[in-house]
């Protein structure tokens, strides 16, 4: 959120906290990083893995090719459409950001401050309109009856309720950071650290998925440092773009980034025939990703004379718009990924609230992985047909 966005929120509607999605997404890339090679690792077993994994590291350990369980539509399409070409063994569990956050909102925050998690009213702000199916998944709602996240705003929702704000004119809210919002014991507020505002890390345009699981899997298991990932389209297809590494000539890891559902439909039957070539998929609903959400605050077309001039022209103008947005992302990121192993400031986040050690433990698996279950489909059924 920006300097101006958090100050409608605390002056408009009373936020007592407002965190960055940053630590979420943080936590996500941590966790799939290290998932990824253990899942990696256990591909190389052979028919001997179950033997050597046990119950609960095979419940958090899809199998290769991993594909980012990140995006809900494509999660939804999984379920309820894939399932028996048999991409959900290959779904990572990690949860997503927003469900991290919910996580860190309900659980650890609310236990800090002492009271009952179902008196904290959980929003988040989110590219996407499938985030609101996200969050009323069950895996996401405990026993008790309250939700990790109670309510999804979009990008585009937000915007309008700034415009029709009455309390608010936008041009006149100060530039200079909000007052401070109320705090907790726990570390000084570490939920709340102004680093959050801040992207220290490459988290690119749709999270960094697949480039900082590529570049710590590089080194993880073959030692080998990247610096820089650069993923290149197959053929003119802007929207399955691959990386490979090579050592000593040979292809050592396959990650591509597939958006849109014609790509997903693509790598979901590759997967059934058993002929997916990657180890690691990044994969989006939205053409372009997650900057083209549906919630997302989008290119505003210019009028022209006639409406199908005005369709090829936005159509082109929205096409260099995502790609100027693509690189502002790229540039405000740091080249540097996440490391989950030596980061000083994970471990101390998962001590701190979890009493969790480091990132890729059993507690912080129970934590932040979910899983998944096929949903059959509704069958098509003749109305004149039932019997009332």
């Known amino acids: 959120l920006s ?23 943080e936590i996500a890339l941590a966790e799939a990083q290290l998932e990824f090679v253990r899942s990696f690792r256990q591909s190389q077993m052979g028919s001997s ?22 995006c809900p539509g494509w999660v939804c399409y999984a379920e309820k459409k894939a399932a028996k070409q048999g991409v959900l063994k290959c779904l990572s569990r990690v949860k997503s950001p927003q469900a991290i956050m919910g996580t860190l909102t309900k659980h ?37 009856g309250f939700r990790d996240v109670d309510c999804v705003l979009t990008s585009v929702e937000v915007q309008r309720m700034i415009e029709t704000s009455q309390k608010l004119v936008w041009e006149e809210i100060p530039l200079a950071s909000p007052p401070s919002l109320r705090a907790w014991n726990k570390e000084s507020c570490i939920l709340n650290d102004d680093r959050l505002f801040r992207t ?43 990386v490979s590494l090579v050592v000593d000539g040979r292809k050592k ?12 439909q693509k790598i979901a039957r590759d997967i059934e025939k058993g002929s997916c070539k990657y180890h690691y998929v990044e994969i989006m609903a939205c053409p372009s990703g997650c900057l083209n ?3 997302q605050i989008g290119f505003v077309p210019q009028k022209a004379q006639s409406a199908t001039a005005v369709t090829i022209a936005s159509r082109k103008e929205q096409k260099k718009w995502l790609m100027t ?52 489909p509704i069958e098509e059924t003749n109305p004149k047909a039932i019997v009332w």
């Not at 409608?8 to 999605?21: C, K, M, P």
């Not at 890891?253 to 997903?264: H, T």
């Not at 986040?349 to 932040?368: C, E, I, K, M, N």
């Open 253 to 264: 890891l396959r990650f591509a980034q597939a958006y849109g559902f014609k790509n997903i």
């Open 200 to 242: 220290p890390f490459n988290f690119g345009a749709s999270g960094g998925y697949a480039e900082n699981i590529f570049r710590f899997a590089s080194h993880e298991l073959f030692g080998v440092q990247i610096d820089r990932v650069e993923f290149k389209p197959r053929g003119k297809n802007m929207d399955l773009r691959e």
């Open 49 to 70: 893995t179950p033997s050597h994994i046990d119950e609960f590291n095979a419940q958090f350990t899809p199998k290769l090719p991993v594909l980012a369980g990140e």
């Open 325 to 376: 947005m693509d690189e502002m992302f790229h540039q405000e990121c740091s080249p540097r990924a996440i490391d989950p192993i030596s980061s000083e400031w994970l471990q101390k986040v998962y001590q701190s609230l979890f009493d969790a050690q480091s990132p890729g433990q059993d507690r912080s698996r129970q934590l932040f992985c979910t899983g998944f279950t096929s949903v059959d």
């Open 293 to 295: 959400g549906g919630g």
């Open 108 to 144: 650890a925050l609310a236990s800090d401050l002492g009271i009952d998690p179902s008196l904290l009213f959980h929003v988040t702000v989110m590219p996407c309109y499938d985030k609101k199916l996200e969050a009323s998944r069950s895996q996401f709602a405990s026993k008790n």
């Open 3 to 25: 300097t101006n966005s958090r100050y409608f929120f605390q002056t408009s509607y009373s936020a007592d906290f407002i965190l960055h999605a940053n630590l979420g997404l």
